[in-house]
């Protein structure tokens, strides 16, 4: 069983350097929210991860990006994830300034939100990361290369 504390290390060492984020994926390998991670709970994210297809890799993203988990992705969210992700990401790869990169969340948000109702069900949020791969990547905490 991994207690948060420890969880917080582990990402660390992968490269996680962010409490916000830590914890948004702790609270999603939680899935009973027993406050511990505990050995099939970690499978089955491991399973996801290693060999679960893109959508179940958009699906687990999805879900974590819900901040709320009412099942859709607001611009908040958005924000706050991109926020945290460009204070992990000191010399990101696309963007120049914060300013740069809330525009971007804008820009996407518009383009993704195919019914204009303000947020982003998992069907927009799929299409639009399949479409555009700058667009995960620059919601990705971790920073490949
Ligand atoms: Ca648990
Ligand atoms: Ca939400
Ligand atoms: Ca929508």
Redesign the pocket.
């Known amino acids: 069983m991994i207690k948060k504390q420890d969880f917080g290390k582990l990402t660390k060492q992968l490269g996680l350097r962010d409490e916000f984020f830590s914890e948004l994926l702790f609270n999603n390998f939680d899935d009973d929210k027993n406050g511990y991670i505990d050995f099939s709970e970690l499978c089955t994210v491991m399973n996801i991860i290693m060999k679960g297809s893109t959508d179940d890799k958009l699906e687990f993203i999805f879900k974590v990006y ?9 611009k908040e ?1 958005l924000y706050q994830i991109v926020e945290s992700i460009y204070k992990i990401a000191s010399n990101s790869k696309f963007f120049d300034t914060k300013e740069e990169m809330l525009n971007y969340v804008d820009q996407c948000f518009e383009e993704a939100d195919q019914d204009n109702d303000g ?1 982003l069900s998992f069907d927009e949020f799929k299409t639009r990361a399949k479409n555009d791969p700058k667009f995960l990547t620059s919601l990705s905490p971790f920073q490949d290369n």
């Open positions: 819900d901040l709320d988990g009412n099942g859709f992705l607001e969210e947020k």
